[in-house]
Every structure is written in C-alpha cells, then in structure tokens.
C-alpha cells in the first residue's frame, strides 16, 4: 500500500514539497554514476593534457606499436619475427583500438599517439577500477575518490601511465579481477569472471602471474563461507588455466614451443629471461643499474610507493585489504632479487600503493555515523570502551598531520613536475629525427635507427627493409644475412643511451659500422639525443 500510495499522487500531494529522506534517497542513486563521470572527466583531462609531447617516446613502445600495426597490415603478430618475448594479447589490444578508431591513418605522422590514445583509455578505467576495488574493500566513497587522485596525479604514476606500455593495458584487468572476486553477492559467474579477467592480464603481461596469490587470497577471503564456495574454487581455476593454456597452445600449434633448429620457442625465450639476460644487479648496491631506476622511481614521486609500502605494513592485520597487502608485499619481495628489473616494473605496484594509503587512513579515521568504535581495538570491559573515542580521536588527528606535511612537503615537488608534463614537448627531438631523415636520406637506403622511431619511419617513406631496428641488426638472422656486413649500412639514427650502454660485444656489426661513421646531425640533449651518422663503407 505504501508503494501505490508513493505512485499514484492525489491532486493536493502534488503541491507538497518532497521530504527530505525522499530527497536524500534520490542523491543517493545519483551519488556513484556521479563520482564515475567525475573521475572519467578527470582522468581523461589530467591525462590526456600534452601526452602528444611528454613524456619522450620510450624505447618498448615503438616496439609494441609496430607489433600492433603489423596484425592488420602484416598479417602478423610482429614486424619482426615473432619470438615469443612477451604474450601478444597486449598489442592484440592496442591494434583493435587504433583499427577501430582509424588511429593508424589520424597520427600516421605521429604513431606513437596512437598507442598513447589507447593509454588514457586504460588509464581510466583502472581509475574506475581503483574507486570500485576500494569500496569492495570497505573504503568509504571519501577515501575511495582520495585513493584515485592519489593515484591520479602522482608524477610517477602520470609518467608511467601516459606511455604504451603492456603493464598498463594489463592493469586494468588485474584490477577487475580483484573487484569480481570481492562480489558482495559471492555469485558463481563473478568468480569466473575474475578468472578470465586474470587471465587476460597475464595473456598481456606474462609477469602479473605473480599476483595469482593476492586473487587466490580475495576469493578465498570472500567465498570461505559461501555454500557455493567449491563450485567457485573449481570454476575458478579451470576457467585460469585453461584462458592461460592458450599461450602455450599456440606456440604447440606453431611448432615452436620447445627450442630447436631453425626456428623460435616458447620455453627459449622463457629461458632467456630467466637465466640469459643480463641482471639489473641489487637495489642495495648504489653502482646497480637497479637502483639507478629505483632512484629515477624515487626522483618522480617517493610518496605514493614508500607511503604504501608503509601503509601495506601496517595493515597486516585488516582481512579486506590483505589480499592488496600480499599484492604489494609480493612485488616488493622480487625487488630485492638481482634479475633484470625492468623499469615500468613500477606500474603494477602504483594502484595499490594509492589503496594502502587511502585504506589506512579510512580505518584510522572516525566513522561518526557509526561512533567511533571502528578503532580495532579489543575491548572486552568497560575501562578500555572508554578508550576508544580517545584512540579514534588520535587516529583522526594522525591521518590530518599525515596529510598536511604530505601536502605541504611532497605538494611543492608535484606541482612543479606536474608542470613540466602538461607544458613541456620532451619529444619534440624524436619528431625532428624522422623529418630530418625524411628529407635528406634516399628513402631506399639502409638506415639502422631505435625501435622506436620504426613506424614513423615506415610512415615517412622507409617502408622497405631498409628501415632495420638497432637490434634486430645482430639479433635477427634473417636481418644479419640480408645485411651481409656492417658496409651495407648507410645511415645509423641511435639514442646516447644505445651508444653508451651497448657495444662491440652485443652488438658487433652496428657498432663496427659506428667505427666508420661520421655524425651529420643530432636532435636532444642528454640521455634523449639521439645522433644520426653516414657510414662511409
């Protein structure tokens, strides 16, 4: 009756104003479609503001791009031989954006924009994605919304996430992984879903294989009282394992999933990154290449990570945010290994470095709805009930001095690199590499150059096989043989950091043509030049 009484309105209700609980009962339902639009015009904006410029082109994202224009145009999963380096799911992504979104023909000057586009993208709804996780976790809609700015607007998180990286096409499965496995309505189909979206992720970045425990643990931690809990269990992990046989499969398929003559292997380039490539050395080591980038890391913004390690740390003992705990803790833990560290190892740990953060202040924080006794304090008397207003209390004023000397402290330091992101065109010399050898090289010569200045270069005019990537040059045996010697090459376009950290030794044929090159031009300053040479044969 009181619902056909609220439907059906007599002539008088109509003159009466709506009451208040109706009022905020209607706020409600628009409360978290308007955070979303929030956050999604946000993010887009902060994002998106002078990607075309900054920051400069890295080196694996000319690789991932050609790799995606190459499945449309090649018919191929690379422009190269296809050698199992990393899961090919990740640029499968990116190509179906740029062909949807006609992104090869819009930055056909400036290929890498249309990786970059698809980064804002990904972008926001790992935004999405930290908001949803937060609240699943408990977090109140406040700290939710700080956890994403937080997130949002760190320099190190805005440098990393700007750039066509596979970890940030990944992370935003990872995090739905973990949203679907803290279903509060513990549904069988949420717990597939958080399979296949962990199984995506890892089809994209092979090494986010180290965060099954932190999922295991939320389904676990969400599901252990559940009566549908063992059927979850199995249907999680079939549906894993078999989204993630399909890698193998394929290479089995191919004939190329162990090593052989002749051909490429699965298991060879797993065994190269596991044992044949050269280490970065130990974070504790102060010469290491390690901790020359966890320096670099620390450089952009040490609030974010070392306030989350610090935050993880403490929050040990919560049982909804333990599973980002094991998640933090478990990329910290292959920190301190001396493999090769790659330098967006970063990524992965950001979004839940801004959940650590935002979910100790939430449970420090006084809850004046429900009193203060969310304080996890036990109390099983009356002499410590009374302590607990004094605990939240003190909790409330450690989160507000937290707070004010990170605003006041780390404040100064953001603005001023946030600055340089949104104004400053930092790759403006790669643009000025590819104009110059567009205008003043025969387009049929042999020009070595980096990775990442292959599809514009191919755009420009290079479109034959005389546009060699740098390291296919002794890599490839396809690419050796066709060259022949170091005097087939005509024109080297190399970055100071190729020249300085390769050599003889890796890289014999480019660095025996470098012998009897002479410099022409250079674009840049510092690690960011980039040197272009005539080899007189």
Same mark, same amino acid.
């Given at each position: 009756?009181?619902?056909?009484?609220?439907?059906?309105?007599?002539?008088?209700?109509?003159?009466?104003?709506?009451?208040?609980?109706?009022?905020?009962?209607?706020?409600?339902?628009?409360?978290?479609?308007?955070?979303?639009?929030?956050?999604?015009?946000?993010?887009?904006?902060?994002?998106?503001?002078?990607?075309?410029?900054?920051?400069?082109?890295?080196?694996?994202?000319?690789?991932?791009?050609?790799?995606?224009?190459?499945?449309?145009?090649?018919?191929?999963?690379?422009?190269?031989?296809?050698?199992?380096?990393?899961?090919?799911?990740?640029?499968?992504?990116?190509?179906?954006?740029?062909?949807?979104?006609?992104?090869?023909?819009?930055?056909?000057?400036?290929?890498?924009?249309?990786?970059?586009?698809?980064?804002?993208?990904?972008?926001?709804?790992?935004?999405?994605?930290?908001?949803?996780?937060?609240?699943?976790?408990?977090?109140?809609?406040?700290?939710?919304?700080?956890?994403?700015?937080?997130?949002?607007?760190?320099?190190?998180?805005?440098?990393?996430?700007?750039?066509?990286?596979?970890?940030?096409?990944?992370?935003?499965?990872?995090?739905?992984?973990?949203?679907?496995?803290?279903?509060?309505?513990?549904?069988?189909?949420?717990?597939?879903?958080?399979?296949?979206?962990?199984?995506?992720?890892?089809?994209?970045?092979?090494?986010?294989?180290?965060?099954?425990?932190?999922?295991?643990?939320?389904?676990?931690?969400?599901?252990?009282?559940?009566?549908?809990?063992?059927?979850?269990?199995?249907?999680?992990?079939?549906?894993?394992?078999?989204?993630?046989?399909?890698?193998?499969?394929?290479?089995?398929?191919?004939?190329?999933?162990?090593?052989?003559?002749?051909?490429?292997?699965?298991?060879?380039?797993?065994?190269?990154?596991?044992? &044949?490539?050269? /280490? #970065?050395?130990? =974070?504790?080591?102060?010469?290491?290449? +390690?901790? *020359?980038?966890?320096? @670099?890391?620390?450089?952009?913004?040490?609030?974010?990570?070392?306030?989350?390690?610090?935050?993880?740390?403490?929050?040990?003992?919560?049982?909804?945010?333990?599973?980002?705990?094991?998640?933090?803790?478990?990329?910290?833990?292959?920190?301190?290994?001396?493999?090769?560290?790659?330098?967006?190892?970063?990524?992965?740990?950001?979004?839940?470095?801004?959940?650590?953060?935002?979910?100790?202040?939430?449970?420090?924080?006084?809850?004046?709805?429900?009193?203060?006794?969310?304080?996890?304090?036990?109390?099983?008397?009356?002499?410590?009930?009374?302590?607990?207003?004094?605990? &939240?209390?003190? /909790? #409330?004023?450690? =989160?507000?001095?937290?707070?004010?000397? +990170?605003? *006041?402290?780390?404040? @100064?330091?953001?603005?001023?690199?946030?600055?340089?992101?949104?104004?400053?065109?930092?790759?403006?010399?790669?643009?000025?590499?590819?104009?110059?050898?567009?205008?003043?090289?025969?387009?049929?010569?042999?020009?070595?150059?980096?990775?990442?200045?292959?599809?514009?270069?191919?755009?420009?005019?290079?479109?034959?096989?005389?546009?060699?990537?740098?390291?296919?040059?002794?890599?490839?045996?396809?690419?050796?043989?066709?060259?022949?010697?170091?005097?087939?090459?005509?024109?080297?376009?190399?970055?100071?950091?190729?020249?300085?950290?390769?050599?003889?030794?890796?890289?014999?044929?480019?660095?025996?043509?470098?012998?009897?090159?002479?410099?022409?031009?250079?674009?840049?300053?510092?690690?960011?030049?980039?040197?272009?040479?005539?080899?007189?044969?």
């Amino acid at each position: 009756m009181a619902t056909i009484l609220e439907v059906r309105e007599g002539p008088g209700d109509a003159a009466l104003p709506p009451s208040p609980a109706g009022r905020t009962s209607r706020l409600a339902r628009w409360r978290t479609p308007a955070i979303c639009a929030a956050i999604i015009v946000t993010c887009s904006i902060a994002t998106a503001f002078n990607v075309y410029g900054n920051p400069v082109r890295f080196k694996d994202e000319g690789v991932y791009l050609a790799q995606a224009w190459a499945i449309p145009n090649l018919g191929a999963l690379a422009h190269y031989t296809y050698w199992y380096d990393h899961p090919p799911l990740g640029w499968i992504q990116m190509s179906l954006w740029a062909t949807v979104t006609d992104g090869w023909d819009r930055w056909n000057e400036q290929s890498t924009m249309a990786g970059r586009e698809f980064m804002i993208v990904a972008r926001v709804a790992t935004s999405l994605l930290i908001y949803a996780l937060g609240r699943r976790v408990g977090l109140r809609r406040s700290w939710a919304v700080i956890a994403v700015l937080v997130f949002l607007f760190s320099p190190l998180a805005m440098y990393y996430g700007r750039l066509t990286l596979l970890d940030n096409v990944a992370m935003p499965w990872v995090l739905a992984s973990l949203v679907l496995a803290w279903s509060p309505r513990r549904a069988w189909g949420a717990g597939v879903g958080s399979a296949l979206c962990f199984a995506v992720a890892v089809l994209t970045k092979e090494t986010l294989l180290l965060l099954a425990p932190a999922i295991v643990l939320a389904i676990w931690s969400n599901y252990r009282r559940s009566n549908n809990r063992q059927f979850v269990w199995v249907a999680f992990g079939l549906v894993l394992a078999m989204s993630a046989a399909l890698y193998p499969l394929y290479a089995l398929i191919k004939s190329e999933l162990t090593p052989g003559a002749g051909h490429v292997s699965l298991l060879g380039a797993l065994d190269w990154q596991l044992s &044949a490539r050269k /280490g #970065s050395g130990s =974070v504790f080591d102060a010469s290491s290449d +390690a901790r *020359t980038l966890v320096d @670099s890391w620390l450089a952009l913004d040490a609030w974010l990570p070392v306030g989350g390690l610090v935050a993880a740390a403490l929050l040990v003992g919560d049982r909804r945010l333990r599973p980002i705990v094991l998640a933090l803790a478990i990329q910290s833990a292959m920190l301190l290994r001396q493999g090769y560290l790659p330098s967006m190892y970063v990524v992965a740990m950001l979004p839940f470095c801004a959940l650590a953060v935002a979910g100790l202040c939430d449970r420090m924080w006084t809850r004046t709805a429900d009193g203060p006794a969310t304080v996890p304090l036990r109390s099983d008397g009356r002499r410590r009930q009374r302590w607990r207003p004094a605990a &939240a209390v003190a /909790g #409330s004023l450690a =989160v507000v001095v937290f707070w004010c000397v +990170a605003i *006041t402290v780390a404040g @100064s330091g953001w603005s001023n690199t946030l600055e340089y992101q949104w104004t400053v065109d930092a790759d403006a010399s790669q643009r000025q590499v590819t104009a110059w050898l567009r205008d003043n090289v025969p387009h049929d010569a042999n020009v070595v150059a980096e990775g990442e200045m292959w599809l514009d270069l191919h755009n420009a005019g290079f479109d034959g096989h005389g546009n060699i990537w740098v390291y296919k040059v002794d890599s490839d045996p396809e690419v050796t043989q066709r060259l022949g010697s170091w005097q087939a090459i005509d024109y080297l376009a190399l970055s100071r950091v190729t020249l300085v950290s390769e050599s003889k030794a890796t890289m014999p044929m480019v660095f025996e043509a470098l012998d009897h090159a002479e410099p022409v031009a250079e674009f840049g300053s510092a690690n960011d030049a980039v040197v272009i040479m005539r080899v007189d044969p």
